[in-house]
C-alpha cells in the first residue's frame, strides 16, 4: 500500500509542478470549444456551449490518463522503474499506483475545466449532478490509464510512444463525437466512431453533464446522446457497460504485460527516485 501511495503521490507532484502543460491544458480545450461552440450553434444542440464542454472534459480525461504511457515510458529509459522494482515492492502495486496517479490527475484536469465552465455555459438543476460527473470521469479516467499503460509496456519507446500516441489520439478524439456531433462525420468515418471507444464514452459523460437522463432513446440520437447504428441505437447505459467492458480487459491486460516485462533491457541513465520517497 506504501507502494501505491508513494506512486500516486509522485503523479500529483509532477502534475503540480509542471505549471506549463497544467495552463496549455486548460487553454487548449476552451479554443476548441469557442471555435466548434461558434460553428454548432443549430435547432437539435440547444446549448453549444454546455454540448462542447462536455465533450472536451471527457476528452481532456482520456488524453490524460494516456499520458500515464509516456510518463511510464520515461521511468523506463531513465531507469527509474527499474530501481523501484529492485526494491521490495511488488509490481502489480506498482502498476496499481501508476494507474491511480493517472487517473487522479486526469481527473483533476477535467475538474479544472467543469469549474470554469460553469462560469460560461454549464448550468446543473440537481446537487446530485457534480458528483456523478465526478465519478464518471474517475471512471473514464481508470479505464484509459490501463489502456495507457498497456500501450507503454508494449512499445517500450519514448520515441515510438510519441508517434503512437499521436496517431491513436488524433482520430479517436476527432471521430467520438465529442467536437463533432457522429451524424455529421462523413460515412466512411461514422464506422471508425462506432468502434472507437470513446464515442461512448463521451455519449455516456454528456447525458450526465447535460441532465439529459430521462430523454426517450429516439430523442437521445436526436441530440446526439446515443449511437444509433443500423437501426439500433447504443444508449448511454449500454455505452457505459461498452466502456466498463473495456476497462476490465485493459485492466487485465495491463497488469499482466507490466508484470511481464523485462525492465533490466532498458538502458538506465539519471534516476529520479528521490521524487518516489521524498
Known amino acids: 500500500m506504501n507502494t501505491v501511495f508513494a506512486l500516486w503521490k509522485r503523479g500529483l507532484k509532477a502534475f503540480v509542478r509542471n505549471r506549463t502543460g497544467l495552463i496549455f491544458s486548460l487553454a487548449v480545450p476552451f479554443f476548441f470549444v469557442y471555435v466548434f461552440g461558434a460553428i454548432f450553434k443549430n435547432d437539435f444542440i440547444q446549448n453549444p456551449i454546455a454540448y462542447m464542454l462536455s465533450g472536451v472534459i471527457i476528452t481532456t480525461v482520456f488524453e490524460g490518463s494516456l499520458n500515464l504511457a509516456s510518463t511510464t515510458v520515461d521511468d523506463m529509459v531513465s531507469g527509474f522503474m527499474r530501481e523501484v522494482l529492485v526494491s521490495p515492492a511488488k509490481r502489480i502495486a506498482v502498476a496499481a499506483g501508476q494507474l491511480l496517479s493517472a487517473a487522479t490527475v486526469s481527473t483533476l484536469q477535467g475538474i479544472l475545466i467543469l469549474l470554469i465552465g460553469l462560469f460560461v455555459g454549464i448550468k446543473f438543476t440537481s446537487f446530485i449532478t457534480p458528483f456523478y460527473i465526478l465519478a464518471a470521469m474517475i471512471f473514464v479516467g481508470v479505464v484509459f490509464s490501463g489502456v495507457g499503460l498497456y500501450l507503454a509496456t508494449v512499445v517500450g519507446s519514448g520515441q515510438t510512444f510519441q508517434i503512437i500516441k499521436t496517431a491513436v489520439t488524433m482520430p479517436l478524439t ?78 487485465i491486460f495491463s497488469t499482466v504485460s507490466f508484470i511481464k516485462t523485462d525492465f533490466s533491457r532498458v538502458t538506465r541513465s539519471a534516476t529520479d527516485a528521490n521524487d518516489l520517497w521524498g
Open 174 to 251: 476527432f471521430t467520438s463525437g465529442a467536437y463533432i456531433p457522429i451524424s455529421m462525420l462523413p460515412n466512411s468515418l461514422k464506422y471508425v466512431a462506432y468502434i472507437n471507444p470513446m464515442s461512448y464514452a463521451t455519449a455516456f459523460f454528456r447525458m450526465i453533464v447535460l441532465e439529459k437522463t430521462n430523454l426517450t432513446a429516439a430523442q437521445l440520437v436526436q441530440e446526439g446522446l446515443a449511437i444509433e447504428i443500423n437501426g439500433f441505437v447504443v444508449t448511454p447505459a449500454i455505452s457505459f457497460f461498452i466502456i466498463l467492458a473495456i476497462g476490465i480487459l485493459f485492466l
